[in-house]
C-alpha cells in the first residue's frame, strides 16, 4: 500500500513542477536577453546560456535614460509615499476601529464607495488640482495622491476591529496617551499586517506609469516605467537589449523588499486566513 501511496503523488509533483518551469522559464528568459546583444534576443531556438554584452546594455541605458537618475527617483517616490501611506491607513484605521464619533459611518462609506472609480477618471481633475497648486513636474504631484489608499485604510481597519479593546484600555489605566497607546500597543500587534501592505503600496508605487507620465514634463523628473517607456520607437530604433535589462531592474527592489519582509509578510497573510 505505501508503493501505491507514493505514486498518488506523483501526478500533483509533476503538475507542480510543470507549473513552476512555466512561472521561471520567462523571468531566466530575461535574465539570459538582458546578457545578450540587441540581434541574439529572438534568436531561434533562443539561447539559454548567458552572454558578455551585460555592460553593453547597461551603458546604452545610462546614455539614453540616466538610469541612475531614474531609479533614484522612483526610490524616493515609491518609498516616500509607502511610508506616508502606512501612517495615513494606521491613523485612520485606528479611528475608525476604536473611536465613536459623529458620522463614523457614513465617512466609511464614502471611503468604500471610492474604491468602485477607476483610476483614470480621476486623472483630469488631479491634473487640474495639482496645475492650480504649481505642483506639476514635482515630486509632491507623484507622492501626494498616493498618500490616502483607501484598500489600505479599509485593511487596517478591518484588522485593527480585532485587537481587544482591554489591551488598550489597559495601556490608557498605565498613563499612556493615544499616541504611546498607538506606538506600544497597536503598532507591534499589527506588525505582520503592515509588512504585507508595505509590500503591496510599493508594488503599486514602483509600477505606477500613468500618472507620472501624465503629471511629468521633465526627462530628469521620468521614474523609471516611463523612462522605460521612452526607449520604445520603430521597429529598426528600439533598443530591445536596454529595455530588457531597465525591465529586470525594474524587479530587484521587489525582490529584495519581499526577502526582508518575507516573514512578517507570510504571518500577515497567515493571519488573515485564520481570523475567525
Known amino acids: ?34 546578457t545578450r546583444k540587441d540581434t541574439d534576443i529572438f534568436d531561434w531556438p533562443p539561447k539559454l546560456l548567458p552572454g558578455g554584452h551585460l555592460g553593453d546594455n547597461l551603458d546604452h541605458l545610462q546614455r539614453r535614460i540616466g538610469l541612475l537618475r531614474v531609479i533614484g527617483n522612483s526610490l524616493l517616490v515609491a518609498g516616500v509615499q509607502t511610508v506616508g501611506a502606512l501612517v495615513v491607513a494606521l491613523l485612520a484605521g485606528y479611528a475608525f476601529a476604536k473611536f465613536r464619533f459623529r458620522g463614523r459611518s457614513l465617512l466609511f462609506g464614502l471611503l468604500l464607495s471610492t474604491l468602485v472609480v477607476p483610476e483614470q477618471v480621476m486623472l483630469v481633475p488631479l491634473f487640474k488640482m495639482m496645475m492650480s497648486f504649481g505642483l506639476l513636474d514635482t515630486y509632491q504631484a507623484l507622492i501626494l495622491p498616493g498618500l490616502c489608499v483607501p484598500f489600505a485604510i479599509f485593511l487596517m481597519r478591518q484588522s485593527l476591529a480585532g485587537l481587544p479593546d482591554e489591551l ?78 531597465g525591465t529586470a531592474l525594474s524587479t530587484l527592489p521587489m525582490m529584495v523588499l519581499f526577502l526582508v519582509l518575507q516573514r512578517q509578510f507570510i504571518s500577515g497573510l497567515l493571519a488573515g486566513a485564520t481570523k475567525g
Open 168 to 245: 488598550l484600555d489597559a495601556a490608557r489605566v498605565d498613563g499612556a496617551g493615544e499616541f504611546r497607546v498607538l506606538w506600544s500597543v497597536v503598532v507591534p500587534v499589527m506588525r505582520p499586517v503592515l509588512a504585507a501592505l508595505a509590500i503591496f503600496l510599493f508594488l503599486g508605487s514602483w509600477n505606477q506609469f500613468v500618472w507620472p507620465l501624465v503629471a511629468l514634463r521633465s526627462p530628469g523628473m521620468h521614474t523609471l516605467p516611463v523612462a522605460i517607456a521612452t526607449l520604445y520607437g520603430n521597429k529598426s530604433t528600439t533598443d530591445y537589449g536596454a529595455i530588457l535589462t
Open 1 to 34: 500500500m505505501k508503493p501505491i501511496t507514493k505514486l498518488r503523488g506523483w501526478p500533483l509533483t509533476f503538475l507542480l513542477a510543470g507549473l513552476t518551469g512555466l512561472s521561471v522559464g520567462p523571468f531566466y528568459w530575461l535574465v539570459i536577453a538582458i
